[in-house]
């Protein structure tokens, strides 16, 4: 099953935050986000463990919050490169250890 | 190191044909999947593989066979093109000891199914 993204869309001026929720109805396992270009392949971003930990790439970090199944990307004070469309993938407990879902994605958009 | 390396990078298909897409990866990376990209549906899980001779489904697998023979190449079959099946396709590796971590994705392989 797809976890559910949200906002599907935001949109920043340079310096500003945002925060994107990825959210999954069953238990999850891990917590993979990834950044995709118009027209290039998906860039692995960070991979959460389910035990709550934090990671953070540049001025991009993450939560993960297994009891809530969980998790959220946030966007500090937000670079024109941070531009393009933010998945998360999940892998649950209960599923195939190989098997990993993305949600729809979100688009970001960031203007100068 | 080339990476993940699919093709072609663009294929137009008629209703009722066949076809492969190839993808291979030269990391030695157990893990490799497939993935089809639409527009507001994200990236769905196609089929995937765990290593040289096992493969299991995804989230959309009807349509589509796969075959994992040896650890660098993981091909895509469409048996039977339909429109529906007209999309973005990307194949992606992963090193694995315990399930798929960074993934690295080809470039992608845009398919139209007239």
């Known amino acids: 099953q797809q976890p559910v993204q949200s906002p599907q869309a935001v949109i920043l001026r340079e310096g500003e935050d945002a925060v994107i929720n990825c959210s999954s109805s069953?238990?999850?396992?891990?917590v993979h986000w990834y950044r995709q270009k118009h027209g290039e392949a998906p860039v692995f971003l960070m991979i959460l463990l389910k035990g709550g930990e934090q990671k953070g790439h540049e001025k991009i970090s993450a939560s993960f919050n297994e009891k809530k199944q969980q998790s959220s990307l946030y966007l500090t004070a937000s670079q024109l490169s941070y531009s393009g469309t933010y998945f998360c993938?999940?892998?649950?407990?209960?599923?195939?250890?190989?098997?990993?879902?993305f949600g729809a994605g979100t688009q970001v958009v960031v203007t100068p | 190191n080339a990476g993940v390396t699919q093709t072609p990078k663009f294929q137009v298909l008629k209703t009722g044909q066949s076809m492969t897409l190839q993808c291979a990866q030269d990391?030695?990376?157990?893990?490799m999947s497939w993935y089809r990209q639409d527009p507001g549906m994200g990236l769905r899980l196609i089929h995937y593989s765990v290593g040289a001779g096992i493969t299991d489904q995804g989230e959309v697998p009807n349509g589509y066979n796969v075959s994992r023979s040896t650890t660098e190449d993981f091909p895509l079959r469409l048996l039977s093109a339909a429109p529906s099946q007209t999309s973005v396709y990307f194949c992606a590796s992963s090193y694995s000891s315990a399930g798929p971590g960074e993934l690295f994705f080809g470039e992608g392989s845009r398919l139209t199914v007239l």
């Open positions: 993938g999940t892998r649950m407990t209960t599923d195939s250890w190989g098997k990993l879902q």
């Open positions: 069953k238990a999850l396992y891990s």
């Open positions: 990391m030695n990376h157990e893990y």
